[in-house]
């Protein structure tokens, strides 16, 4: 079955930048999303079709795509940006929506 | 503003069955695309399934897992989505989420319901 790749965990100081890379085979054909889940929360869409950012959602978020490796960046982050970050794509079918394990971020 | 209300969880044997309702307000349930996702205690997001609007085919899709045991299917007349499940094991328990995601004159809106927990056990 399908997989993305996500790095377990990130660190961050306060206002520095932190990126997060998920790594998929049909990622070169298939968009990616990206989702915040702070501790108990239901998840938050920050960014979709590689690089959109949703209404509300803080510049500082911001995605890319190259390749098999789609990319969330946080520019500047914040203590309230500490979450879990999943991206979500689908495989080559686009019958099969995944998503990556996810990465926990911790700003500190 | 859209709402998403999942409901029926609760606890099931192995084996067992149970029934997820979603019931949407706010949206226009009848050309959303749900799916259901879900989270094990401490674990991370899972896709279960989805399933088109009736204009699109109304088809179903469903993650390896639950294949053959999960079934998905919807009411427009009642904005409500439905989650069959079947032959439950105990790695089915979860937090289950109905998600949709809709575009509209102000950009993409995503929307997920509160959740409702399945836990399995005998």
């Known amino acids: 079955s399908y997989e993305l790749t996500q790095p377990p965990s990130v660190s961050v100081s306060p206002g520095q930048t932190a990126t997060i890379t998920c790594s998929g085979d049909a990622l070169p054909k298939k968009y990616a999303s990206w989702y915040q889940q702070k501790s108990g929360q239901v998840p938050v869409l920050v960014i979709y079709e590689d690089t959109k950012r949703p209404s509300g959602i803080p510049e500082r978020f911001s995605g890319s795509s190259s390749g098999t490796v789609a990319t969330l960046t946080i520019s500047g982050a914040q203590v309230e940006d500490e979450a879990d970050y999943y991206c979500?794509?689908?495989?080559?079918?686009?019958?099969?929506?995944?998503f990556g394990a996810g990465t926990k971020v911790t700003v500190l | 503003e859209g709402r998403l209300v999942e409901s029926g969880g609760g606890q099931v044997k192995p084996g067992g069955s149970i029934r997820l309702s979603c019931a949407a307000s706010g949206i226009t349930f009848n050309i959303a695309w749900m799916n259901w996702v879900r989270q094990a205690p401490g674990k991370g997001l899972e896709w279960v399934g989805r399933i088109k609007s009736q204009t699109d085919g109304g088809t179903t899709d469903y993650a390896a897992p639950v294949k053959s045991r999960f079934i998905i299917s919807r009411d427009d007349s009642q904005n409500t989505l439905y989650l069959q499940m079947n032959s439950l094991k105990t790695e089915d328990a979860a937090v289950y989420y109905c998600t949709t995601r809709l575009n509209t004159i102000f950009g993409v809106a995503d929307f997920w319901g509160q959740g409702t927990l399945v836990t399995v056990s005998s």
């Open positions: 979500y794509s689908t495989d080559s079918s686009g019958n099969q929506r995944v």
